[in-house]
């Protein structure tokens, strides 16, 4: 996890309490942060744009400034040390990276201010107009929400703390900026209204952040940006395949921003600023929404003399009109006898209330065990309720909770899925066959349609799969086997492999609609491997599971035809039915071709449930 330091004097003074370094260490840590403890960081200006750089003793100055590009080493000018408190980032709770956020939630902790924050919207300062263009899938970055800060008060410490805030979030919520980006701009910069709309990458120009100066000699294409300037090369995979790119720009056409890459040097944010104008931009509204409200209350709480305004967004769908930010909370309900259970505690309905007001909750009785919650809006993590019983816990102590030993005592032991594959591993080993693990995740072409069989009609399908490769879940560990020798066509023969491992089919009747099966499967290839070498194997693992089959005969890919059987068990769970326990034969030539394999093969797959099971 990234490290940040908290400015100690500046938390100090926002968290209206007096409180000892040590109990602030200690409380910090209850609240799970991972802190390191006190310490004092040397810190250096860059002359050119007055960015601040903070260092540990073992730490060099960087050689060049992030904001401007100038060489910081040769033009920098030495600050006074500031002492703070290192601390690793909670990756879980963004609202925490700050010292406003982090004062909030300790002044809740420490019962100083309980309840959910309240923060005045006033009128919308502008409006934004939304071009229909960006949610076309060449130019897609669909989402973006607005808020103006006015009668800021700067300085180079608060600068610094908000460019740190800014790049944590895109760290913790924006993953690295592709699912949201903020941008911080000079109001006073600007002319109303704004828009955000799409751009020819060749065509279209500005002057990135970092140039020399603001004139038109400094201007570059969009396409340019990205091949040429450090942060446009940093961040151009997320724009990779789009043939228009996503543009925000003011009423005279000066250019913002180049969302999720970089903003205009015309519009960047100096101590002289007095008015801010943000922007959030992503793929999903909801974390588009909930960025900017931590932003937004975070600075409002770093510095409590700024007032906040909203923007009128319009678009992209005719006739919608929003304003953002919106601070609505989220309505929960939590019922305080699981809670109770949950944490192993005793609680009443109204300590529950107390702790999550603590927790900066809004939170009423309803009837019996019941409770209300309204959870502020910039809470990113609160997703169900075992969160709030968290919350609970974390305003409870953890360190206040006593260790008890359990009612009961039972003697672990091992599943009977996993002994039967233990059983099944050794003796598969001891028939000279190397384990193998194959991926669970793969897709119907090499899953089916390279074997030559209909698709599945039982596979559990990803919805939002990372990769065409992998868009459902196995069900059959026969086509990993042959992808292995496929992957291996160089190596000598015979190469004789195995894996135990787990399949997935839909259930209707299954609490999750699918269910996991245990399965065996093992093949060889080798210039004179045939059918009686699968039946042989299939025997050993049948003999060795003490069972008792018959042989039937086994049709359809990737078997060859008249060379394959299935082994049904007659004292298997069906109470006396018969029930296939393996199915083996040798591999259909076509198939082989398929997997680029030029010397026979066998294949034997079984279900390990069958082949286990004891009346």
Partial sequence: ??????????????????????????????????????????????????AVYEMTEREEIPPQCDACLADLRADHAEMEPLDVIRMELLAVRPDMFDPGGLARVLRGYLSVETGAPEYELEAPAFRM???????????????????????????????????????????AIGRDRKHASIGVYDLDRIEPDLTYTVEEPDAFR?????????????????????????????????????ARYPVLKDARGRVLSMPPVINSEETKVSISTKRFFIDVTGLGQRVVERTLNIVVS??????????LRGVELTGPEAGVVRVTPDFAPQEMKL?????????GIDITPGQAVDLLRRMRHDAEVLEGEEIAVRVPAYRNDILHEIDLIE?????????????????????????????????????????????VMTLVLTNPEAHDDALGRARSEDAVTVAHPVSSEQTMVRTSLLPGLLATFE????????????????????????????????????GVVDPRVGFEDAKAVAEAVLREFGRRWELRPCRGAPFLEGRAAEAWVSDGPEGGQPVRALWFGEVHPEVLERFQLQNPAILLEGDLEVLGHRR
């Fill in 129 to 171: 107009q939304i071009d229909p263009a960006v949610r076309k899938a060449d130019s897609y970055r669909p989402h973006i929400a607005c808020a103006v800060l006015e009668n800021l008060q700067l300085d180079a410490d608060m600068l610094k703390i908000i460019m740190k805030l800014q790049e944590n979030l895109h760290w």
């Fill in 335 to 343: 019922n305080t006898s699981r809670a109770a259970r949950t944490l």
């Fill in 391 to 435: 919350d609970l816990a974390i305003a409870y102590g953890y360190h206040q909770i006593e260790p008890t030993l359990v009612p009961t005592f039972t003697v672990g032991s091992e599943l009977p899925e996993e002994a039967f594959s233990a059983r099944a591993r050794e003796m598969l080993c001891g028939l000279g066959f190397l384990e």
């Fill in 298 to 307: 975070s600075l409002l709480e770093s510095m409590p003399g700024a007032t």
């Fill in 206 to 242: 500005f002057v990135p952040l970092g140039a020399a100066g603001t004139d038109a000699s400094h201007a570059m294409s969009l396409t340019k940006i990205l091949e040429e300037h450090p942060k446009g090369k940093a961040y151009a995979h997320l724009l990779k395949g789009l």
């Fill in 487 to 522: 992957h291996n066509v160089t190596h000598p023969l015979p190469q004789r492999v195995f894996e135990v491992g787990d399949i997935i089919l839909m259930d209707a009747e299954a609490e999750t609609l699918a269910l996991e099966h245990r399965r065996l499967a093992c």
């Fill in 1 to 50: 996890m990234p490290v940040i330091g908290i400015p100690v004097a500046h938390l100090r003074s926002l968290l209206r309490t007096e409180i000892s370094p040590q109990d602030l260490l200690e409380d910090l840590g209850h609240l799970g942060c991972d802190v390191e403890g006190y310490t004092q960081l040397r810190r250096v200006r860059c002359n050119r744009c007055a």
